[in-house]
């Protein structure tokens, strides 16, 4: 039987590769078409990652009592970030506007996964069973690959959200 990733080890490869894409982006000009497909693939990740990490990790840390304040913190950034994507994808690319906007949401993700691999991986690892690991490694794999296959770049001005 295959070896499985470490469930925290597996979240760190998806945050190295979101590292990376956001340097690629940042290295793009104006509505380019490697612009556009640097920040559709970003986003097509985050969106999945998020989504697959809700459902293995945050649903069982929510579980624990100790660990369910933490678990909402990072719950609602994603909610966060998904806003800021869609907001971005809302805004033309050729413009300063899309820009500053990208550098927000660039500072406020790398903060999000930072916090989440240096203050809430080393605290939630303490709670975990090897049943819960076994678990969260299992359905993050699957959920991911669903999630990548329906994530799409989404348009929506901040403020046209709704709540």
Do not use: C
């Not at 907001?87 to 930072?114: E, N, P, V």
């Amino acid at each position: 039987m295959a070896q499985t990733i470490d469930i925290f080890e597996r979240l760190r490869m998806d945050h190295d590769r979101h590292r990376y894409l956001i340097d690629l982006i940042e290295g793009t000009h104006g509505e380019s078409d490697q612009r556009i497909e640097l920040f559709t693939r970003f986003t097509r990740e985050v969106k999945a990652h998020a989504a697959a990490e809700e459902q293995a990790l945050y649903s069982t840390m929510m579980r624990k009592p100790e660990t369910t304040d933490e678990t909402r913190h990072s719950v609602s950034e994603h909610h966060e970030i998904e806003e800021a994507l869609n907001d971005l994808a809302a805004t033309d690319m050729a413009t300063g506007a899309w820009l500053t906007k990208f550098r927000q949401l660039r500072h406020h993700y790398l903060h999000h996964i930072d916090e989440e691999e240096q203050e809430h991986f080393p605290d939630f690892a303490e709670h975990l069973t090897r049943d819960d690991r076994e678990f969260m490694e299992l359905v993050f794999e699957r959920r991911k690959a669903v999630e990548k296959e329906t994530a799409e770049v989404t348009p929506e001005a901040k403020e046209d959200a709704k709540e």
